[in-house]
């Protein structure tokens, strides 16, 4: 393994601390390596809240900040973090208006999650939950789509709303009306190394690719042979259209999100053919994001993701955020 | 007893992740490291009070952040400290398989999982089931651990030929046949552990100085 890192057990504080030291006066860590905004949440306003495993830098508290997210739990690498400092999250979180708590569909979360869920309870704590789960890899089933760069949005509308001072039965209903129009695939071209054990997580390869890829490098389930990225982004970007079933005249929001290895210069290749095929097919690329959002080590690949927007969905989208990895002015 | 289980881990660390390679990230060897150092850490006490070593365990195990096998298996050991109670500090042999009951349908309250999906239930279920029959068959402990050891080892071994109906695993289907669970593989070596430690002591658990 090649990577700059200290020692394998302190990676995800040493990360952390890392992390809020570049971003002074957004970004703080408190209680037990909690990431939270740095200026809490005026009282009265609902609060915001995740968590994940590490090794998916910015993922997921690079989108903690004013307008999205108000504390974020980061577990170790590529595992859930357990349900006291979800706890403790929430609490630090609650300005009396109650907690919206939004969890990426991995077992590991879920798991925590629902734990977390029946202690807050006991404790009288007002809290929400919502499963992001568009990855269409898993099949029909809901409960087997898992929770990927879709995150973003969904982050992004309840923060705007919480931020707008809407009740927490809102600020749920709009960001399940958003996870409802989402839909992301992956693809994964090489594998990452797990930073603690310095193995590889997988093995493809060199002439092919793998559609489905999990964003721990979980084998997916369509493995080929390597396309170009106008083939590449043709397939996946027909498959979401057709699971989404969008229709000509409707609004989409595009995102294109790198693993951690592919360059810029692939993704715009991607994004550039998403965009022709949509012209095409007359149907409105209203906003689009192409970089990293969510990434898993030096793995190579991209997950594409679309979203079917309307007027207040695309409102709150462009409302103003301070997180250190999705500013908006 | 604490101190043999985490030597079995220990021992296997190695095998464990690689396991988790084939269907999962790679890292259950060391997420199971970090439980085993909280779970010993908690019954590293002065004061000895199962319920309370086993509720500090359960708290620990869940926050040493290790996804679902610190979810699940702190679940397991809060389950077992509720279901005792406060001040008991040695336990016979139909005590320890109720606390170990207790603990696994704590479990049960968290995962749908059951035996049969490929999961650490398919080999803590028939570990706690016979050793439940084996206390109420009048067994001491460590010939009632025995058998609930081997119970653990053929559950395990059992996940060998299963398709994964859980965890991130249960996207693979066909693919994960021909190869061990590793969380199941994990509690087949902790109730050996168990096992090994009984068959060294004489009659039931007690804190501390077993623990």
């Known amino acids: ?329 | 007893m604490m101190e043999s289980a985490a030597a079995r881990i220990r021992e296997q660390q190695g095998l464990l992740s690689q396991l988790d390679c084939i269907a999962g990230d790679g890292d259950h060897g060391t997420t199971m490291l970090r439980i085993m150092d909280r779970l010993e850490s908690a019954f590293k006490t002065d004061a000895p009070d199962l319920r309370a070593s086993f509720s500090e365990a359960g708290w620990n195990v869940m926050g040493s952040d290790g996804g679902a096998s610190s979810s699940l298996l702190g679940a397991f050991f809060l389950g077992v400290g509720e279901a005792t109670r406060a001040g008991v500090s040695s336990w016979d042999c139909i005590q320890f398989a109720a606390a170990l009951q207790a603990g696994l349908q704590a479990i049960q309250a968290q995962t749908k999982a059951r035996p049969g999906d490929k999961t650490l239930m398919d080999a803590l279920a028939p570990a706690v089931e016979s050793l439940v029959a084996a206390a109420q068959a009048g067994n001491d402990l460590a010939s009632a651990l025995k058998t609930a050891a081997e119970a653990a080892k053929a559950g395990a071994s059992s996940t060998e030929n299963l398709i994964a109906r859980y965890g991130r695993a249960r996207l693979l289907g066909e693919k994960t046949r021909g190869h061990q669970d590793p969380g199941a593989t994990s509690v087949a070596l902790i109730i050996d552990g168990f096992s090994q430690a009984a068959s060294e002591m004489k009659g039931g658990i007690e804190h501390a100085r077993h623990g």
């Not at chain 1, 997921?60 to 973090?81: Q, Y």
Request: aromatic share 4%; with cysteine.
């Open chain 1, 1 to 329: 393994m090649k990577k700059f890192i200290n020692r394998p057990e302190n990676l995800v504080s040493e990360l952390l601390e890392g992390f809020v030291l570049s971003h002074p006066g957004t970004v703080r860590l408190t209680g037990s390596n909690l990431v939270a905004r740095a200026k809490p949440k005026d009282a009265g306003k609902v609060g915001v809240v995740t968590l994940g495993g590490s090794g998916h830098e910015p993922g997921l508290s690079g989108f903690v900040g004013e307008g999205m997210l108000d504390v974020s739990v980061a577990g170790e690498i590529f595992a859930a973090p357990g349900s006291p400092r979800c706890l403790e999250a929430i609490r630090l979180a609650e300005r009396g208006a109650g907690v919206l708590f939004i969890v990426l569909n991995h077992s590991g979360d879920i798991l925590s999650a629902n734990m977390t869920m029946s202690l807050a309870q006991r404790e009288g704590l007002k809290v929400r939950k919502i499963v992001t789960h568009e990855d269409i890899a898993g099949g029909p089933n809901p409960d087997d789509r898992r929770g990927l760069v879709g995150f973003l949005p969904v982050y992004k509308i309840a923060g705007a709303a919480a931020e707008q001072g809407r009740s927490l039965d809102d600020c749920l209903a709009i960001a399940e009306r958003m996870e409802r129009n989402m839909r992301t695939l992956a693809v994964a071209l090489t594998t990452a190394t797990h930073p603690s054990t310095g193995q590889p997580i997988f093995t493809l390869a060199d002439d092919e690719m793998e559609i489905g890829m999990g964003q721990h490098g979980e084998a997916g389930t369509g493995r080929m042979k390597l396309k170009t990225a106008d083939e590449t982004a043709e397939m996946m970007l027909q498959m979401l259209l057709d699971d989404l079933q969008v229709k000509s005249g409707e609004d989409l929001l595009v995102i294109v999100n790198g693993a951690g290895s592919t360059t810029l210069m692939e993704l715009f290749l991607i994004f550039r053919k998403v965009h022709q095929i949509l012209k095409d097919k007359g149907i409105r690329l209203a906003r689009s994001k192409v970089g990293e959002f969510i990434t898993t080590q030096e793995q190579g690949g991209f997950q594409l993701m679309i979203a079917r927007m309307d007027p207040e969905l695309l409102q709150l989208w462009d409302a103003p955020s301070n997180a250190p990895y999705f500013v908006v002015r």
